[in-house]
């Protein structure tokens, strides 16, 4: 079987990994709290 991953606006493939870059407030990111991905 062939899978072919055509390209995407918003994730980025990292080997088996999927990557997103979503913006993150300092105080979450120091203090920690969620951020919702869609």
């Known amino acids: 079987m062939k ?3 055509l390209p995407h ?3 980025q493939r990292d ?3 999927l990557r ?3 913006p993150v407030e300092l ?4 203090l920690g ?3 919702e991905v869609s």
Do not use: K, M, Q
């Not at 105080?27 to 120091?30: E, G, K, N, R, S």
């Open 27 to 30: 105080y979450t990111a120091v």
């Open 9 to 11: 606006s918003l994730y």
């Open 20 to 22: 997103l870059t979503v």
């Open 3 to 5: 899978v072919e991953v």
């Open 15 to 17: 080997g088996d990994d």
């Open 33 to 35: 709290g969620s951020v």
